[in-house]
């Protein structure tokens, strides 16, 4: 195939494989705890399930990073991509708790590995004084694709079946995939001794610098408080009456928002500053919360997918900017490690919101989630002062 040149052949790639990638994301991440809920587990053993897959991520991600930076982000992103479609062929064998734990453990994992190989390439790929729009940008064909993931997921899994919904995931994972690594541009491996250079990032991981420490400290209130419910939306609307059809349109719907406005949000990024966006997001999200302690009628919902929308519209090019701020040196160990502290901050509390939600209620699992996510965006704007 003729090359493109780096630049414009990592960006077509990067932008394929959001699409494809996007609609096989969106589809499991819409209908994988309401599968869990339809075959008769638990709020709390769903959110076990979340806790021990989101641990091996966890563990996982600084290694990973050090491969990015050894053999290359685009090798990283096409491994990724596999690991996605091993989780989604993990739902075709016949549903047990085991089964759960490893397709989710698989998806954390395409998620960890994945999201700092293709935030390495993109940012080795383009200006730096352009970075914030050209994420918003990808993210915004990202979120174009998951506007149809979860609506055409769900019409299959209420016509035909689960099993249907996850081979059609399945299939455009593979496609996607396949497509990101004949349109890439193959980069150098940069290290003599990969083992040497994936144990300095565990080390590294436990002795930050002090800006990464800043970054740790937001990441870990921002995803301690969105997991406690997040991963279970699904499951916590299905467990509220909502159709299949009508969880697909949820999702459906903030991917719309998101798709419409990631560009413009990463605009803004580039012109007031990552930190006050990444504060608005969270303003939006806890506005969100508010609505969802009681998520009825659908028309409810439909406006609590758009806040939703829009808080992740806006804090996905903050987030990505300010690492790159803070890390310009060993990049995609800086965008594993991020992920890794992301992972563990996340690992327990879908356990914590599981059991807050069967025993206690939802206000409670809503309002310490609002505490956690504002205390983030504030100290946001307070502390990461570049």
């Keep these: 195939m003729p090359r493109l040149g780096h630049w414009r052949g990592n ?4 932008a394929v494989f959001a699409v494809f990638r996007g609609f096989s994301v969106s589809g499991f991440h819409a209908f994988f705890t309401a599968y869990m809920k339809y075959v008769g587990f638990s709020m709390g053993s769903i959110g076990s399930v979340i806790t021990i897959a989101s641990l091996t991520g966890a ?3 600084p290694g990973f990073g050090a491969f990015i930076d050894c053999y ?9 991509g596999v690991i996605l479609a091993i989780a989604l062929a993990l739902l075709l064998a016949p549903p047990s708790y085991l089964v759960f734990v490893a397709a989710y453990a698989f998806f ?5 590995f994945g999201q700092p190989a293709r935030a390495t390439l993109l940012a080795k790929s383009v200006p ?3 970075h914030g729009y050209y994420v918003g940008l990808l993210a915004a064909l990202f979120s174009a694709a998951r506007i149809a993931g979860p609506l055409v997921t769900g019409l299959i899994v209420a016509r035909f079946s689960f099993r249907t919904g996850w081979i059609l995931l399945l299939f455009f994972a593979c496609i996607g995939v396949s497509l990101f690594h004949l349109l890439s541009e193959r980069d150098p491996r940069k290290c003599t001794n990969p083992i040497e250079e994936m144990k300095g990032a565990y080390r590294r991981i436990l002795s930050p610098s002090e800006n990464l420490k800043k970054i740790y400290t937001l990441i870990a209130m921002d995803r301690t408080g969105w997991s406690l419910w997040f991963p279970m939306l699904s499951a916590y609307l299905y467990g509220h009456g909502y159709s299949e059809e009508q969880v697909g349109a949820i999702f459906t719907i903030g991917a719309f928002i998101q798709a419409l406005s990631m560009t413009g949000w990463g ?7 990552p930190q006050r966006v990444l504060l608005a997001s969270e303003l939006v999200g806890v506005t969100a919360m508010a609505l969802l302690v009681d998520p009825v009628p659908f028309l409810k919902g ?3 997918a758009a806040l939703l929308g829009t808080s992740i519209a806006s804090w996905v090019p903050s987030y990505n900017k300010l690492i790159a701020l803070y890390a310009p040196q060993r990049l995609g160990e800086a965008y594993a490690s991020a992920n890794s502290v992301r992972s563990l901050a996340g690992s327990f509390t879908p356990s914590i919101g599981g059991l807050l939600f069967d025993y206690v209620g939802p206000a409670s699992v809503f309002g310490l989630s609002s505490i956690l996510v504002l205390s983030a965006g504030l100290y946001a704007v307070e502390k990461l002062k570049i």
């Design 11 to 14: 960006l077509l790639a990067l």
């Design 59 to 61: 563990i996982l991600a």
């Design 72 to 80: 290359g982000a685009r090798i990283a992103t096409s491994i990724t």
């Design 108 to 112: 954390m994992l395409a998620f960890v």
């Design 128 to 130: 730096r004084e352009k």
């Design 267 to 273: 605009r803004l990024v580039d012109k007031v500053g």
């Design 302 to 304: 439909a406006l609590i």
